[in-house]
């Protein structure tokens, strides 16, 4: 159970920022014991990995606080975003000797599959919901937002890792938000509609 709330937890960080939750547990897995990476998943901890990906966090940082090239870059990691979410999912599998559970370890596919359909949902309801926020504030809001969700994906990364059973609580109100934002964009797209076209 713990091992499965730490990969969702880790998968949904993906889901709002790819790189934040590799570089957290790659860090994590060189100077802590709080994660001990599979040896398949090894590489996550090499020090050029993670320049890499610190690298992309720092492009990842800029061009999503900028409106309309995130909505750019929201479409480029619709690829990268999931398969980020599968690769923390399955490389935390190792906490599953933390509960005595085998099954995961005996179907890895289950891992990758969980870990891209949550980092997916998420990503869908970020940038489903970042060109409204961009179009009612006039670009102001996209910054905030994108900063929010930065801090999001760091805070989740940790819980995840060191409070897992905190995760539930994550993905009730991911459940809450996501209905939410459906209505809001529905809302949005049906105002649109409404309105005259001049001329």
Known sequence: MLAALTGMGLSAAA???AYIPI??????????????LPKDFAWLGNGWVLGVVGVLL?????????PVVDSVND????????????IVFSATQA???IDNSTWMSEHPWVGWLLGIVIALIVHVMKSTARPVINATTVGAGGPVVSAVEDAGSVGLSFVAIF?????????????FMAVWTFRKVRAFRAR????????
């Not at 570089?23 to 001990?36: E, K, M, P, R, Y």
């Not at 649109?192 to 001329?199: A, C, D, E, S, T």
């Open 15 to 17: 889901g709002l920022n």
């Open 23 to 36: 570089l957290i547990v790659g860090l994590l897995s060189n100077f802590t014991d709080a994660v001990h």
């Open 58 to 66: 720092a492009a990842e940082f800029v061009l999503d606080k900028v």
């Open 75 to 86: 479409t480029i990691q619709t690829a990268i975003r999931p398969a980020s979410g599968g």
């Open 95 to 97: 906490a599953s000797e």
């Open 163 to 175: 409070l897992p059973i905190l995760v539930i609580a994550f993905l009730i109100a991911l459940a």
């Open 192 to 199: 649109n509609r409404r309105r005259p076209v001049p001329g």
